[in-house]
């Protein structure tokens, strides 16, 4: 059993309700961070080595040490809920089930950011959770963490959630910052960064919701003994949402230090792959990041074992290796196809291009008529090359890192799995009602023994 | 015309609050879904009656209106089925869900049934895709579908609609 810091609790009895929360040892870091300074906050959750768990990996700490301070002039708080990055299930558990979890990590962060008016903007199909979320936020007010003069501090802060509406770029922190004013999730140039100039055009610090509850634990043990768990730059522990041909789906607490091969076939955790079928390939944290055929997946190029942490899953670089994410496992088995899977993929980023930056908006669009095209045997061998000039062509000069989103899976996919793009072409009939199934690709668990 | 209940005037009131002063628009998407759950899609009508409430113009809600996926911009069935079809749900059998629907309500993807009561739609991804494959229903999720649960999920909304006429 790993360390757990987020979800050690997550199975008690009406932990979602302020008593028993309470009982069980919440709020505690409030207590403690009241009577800290804000920077020496900030200086702990840097201490700490906490990592942004939405995604891009970036350090909590310096993020929040770059908020401006311009006189007069309120500073806000966002928590990002927008959670749609397809395979990501996480914030969605924490919010659901550890509901004060997230509110107690917002009120340390409020107050070490100076935010008396605090967001937690949600994705808008999360219809359901803001009652929950408002249901806490309410009986931390009437328990005195929230409002005014939180505890006798003479903080005074408020949170309130606000939905979204369906679309996965307000996940993007400019274009989440323009919803919440009531606009289009269109991303901004950066900079000006949100820290200077935020939401209405005051400094703003968007956090993820995993990277928020995270703090709880940071504040509670201190940002030294936090940082010694994990292994260099990935401390702490972190949420992965697993899904696919897995035995047992879910959201997971991993302190880093297991490797791949045990995540996905220990009874702990995906419980391995159903119905006595191998592993084909991996997407392991998120649509967005280079799918990993098995071979990869537990070993690197290097021949070096695999493990589940920041480093180790980019060992290699794209070339070779792949990312972590926001955490999102997307296992599939022998028989899935994995051109099929690539369109599912492209269509998505087509759908949720803003339309804002010409090679985005025409780019994802092109590459799933082509995908479309390849997989139901309509494509010719030079679509393939197309494809990869497509991609290529969209990563790097777009606005928001979307487009380098939509372009990273259609690359990987070409990269690893060519022969199977190939098959499709050269097999127009056949692939309608055959996959192209393992073929040379080992089985990754005797490419690890 | 469109007119909020009195409950919802208060709520819109309420959102208002939460923003700096001068900053009503923020309250935009909220109210837009106050202004669906009650008339149940947006008429141009209903997104001008917004923008006064709001002391916008009329094209900012449109625009807004326009890019979220949520927003309904016509009528729509009592009962929405948006089932998800992105990898990790195609990979647990969505399709093989779509096209039972599609054949158990006789209609196709986008389609209302005659009666007004369902509307079947295909959605990206929306977080669930450990429990794939899955649709929205409204406010909540409907996950680990089989064809023996949407058989028993499409009695469940007739009984409910025929239990409110």
């Known amino acids: ?449 | 015309m469109a007119q909020f209940t009195e409950e919802r005037l208060a709520k819109v009131k309420e959102i208002i609050a939460r923003y700096p002063d001068g900053k009503q628009k923020s309250a935009l998407l909220p109210v837009l879904h106050l202004a669906q759950e009650q008339f149940g899609w947006l008429s141009s009508e209903t997104m001008d009656y917004v923008a006064g409430l709001l002391q916008i113009e009329p094209i900012e809600v449109y625009e807004v209106a326009t890019f979220y996926s949520m927003y309904n911009l016509k009528p729509v069935g009592k009962y929405m089925f948006e089932v998800c079809q992105t990898g990790p749900c195609m990979v647990r059998g969505s399709e093989d869900i779509i096209e039972y629907i599609k054949q158990k309500l006789g209609i196709k993807v986008g389609e209302t049934t005659a009666d007004g009561l369902f509307t079947l739609k295909t959605v990206e991804c929306l977080g669930a895709c450990g429990y794939a494959p899955m649709m929205q229903l409204g406010k909540h999720y409907r996950e680990h579908l089989t064809k023996e649960k949407v058989d028993a999920i499409i009695e469940e909304c007739r009984r409910n609609a025929a239990a409110n006429n």
């Open chain 1, 1 to 449: 059993m790993g360390v757990k810091l987020l979800l050690d609790k997550a199975h008690v009895e009406g932990i979602r309700y302020y008593d028993v929360y309470r009982r069980e040892g919440g709020y505690r870091s409030v207590e403690k961070a009241l009577k800290m300074s804000p920077a020496d906050i900030v200086e702990e959750v840097k201490k700490s080595g906490l990592r942004g768990r939405g995604g891009a990996g970036f350090p909590a700490g310096m993020k929040w040490s770059f908020i401006a301070k311009p006189e007069g002039v309120p500073r806000h708080l966002v928590c990002n809920a927008d959670e749609s990055e397809p395979g990501t299930f996480k914030d969605r558990y924490l919010m659901e089930f550890l509901p004060h979890l997230l509110i107690e990590g917002l009120i340390v962060a409020s107050f070490a950011l100076g935010s008396n008016a605090t967001y937690i903007y949600i994705r808008g199909e999360y219809a359901w959770i803001p009652d929950i979320l408002e249901q806490a936020i309410n009986e931390a007010k009437a328990n005195g963490w929230l409002g005014k003069n939180i505890q006798g501090s003479g903080f005074d802060c408020e949170i309130y959630v606000q939905r979204g509406a369906g679309a996965y770029i307000c996940g993007e922190e400019t274009a989440l910052i323009e919803s919440l004013e009531g606009k289009r999730g269109n991303p901004r140039i950066k900079p000006p960064f949100p820290a200077v100039k935020g939401v209405w055009d005051r400094p703003t610090v968007v956090n993820n919701v995993e990277t928020l509850a995270a703090v709880v634990p940071v504040i509670n043990m201190g940002g030294e003994a936090y940082s010694k768990i994990g292994v260099g730059k990935s401390t702490g522990t972190k949420l992965i949402s697993a899904c696919g041909n897995i035995n047992k789906p879910g959201v997971y607490e991993i302190d880093m230090t297991i490797s791949v091969e045990e995540f996905v076939y220990s009874d702990e955790y995906c419980g391995g792959i159903p119905n006595g079928k191998r592993l084909k390939a991996c997407i392991p944290g998120g649509s967005s990041v280079p799918i990993l055929p098995a071979n990869l997946l537990f070993k690197t190029a290097k021949g070096e074992q695999r493990m589940m942490n920041y480093e180790s899953l980019s060992d290699g670089g794209f070339a070779t290796g792949s990312m972590m994410g926001s955490g999102g496992f997307i296992v599939l088995d022998e028989d899935q196809c994995v051109v099929k899977h690539t369109l599912t993929l492209a269509r998505f980023y087509r759908h949720e291009s803003c339309g804002q930056c010409s090679p985005c908006r025409e780019g994802t669009g092109w590459m799933e008529k082509i995908l479309k095209n390849i997989e139901t045997g309509k494509g010719k061998m030079t679509d393939i090359d197309l494809l990869w000039d497509i991609q290529r062509k969209i990563e790097g000069n777009t606005i928001c890192p979307l487009g380098d989103a939509a372009a990273w899976p259609v690359a990987a996919a070409i990269r690893h799995f060519r022969d199977e793009f190939e098959w499709h072409v050269n097999n127009p009939e056949l692939c309608l009602t055959q996959n192209f199934g393992l073929a040379h690709y080992a089985d990754a668990r005797e490419v690890v023994a």
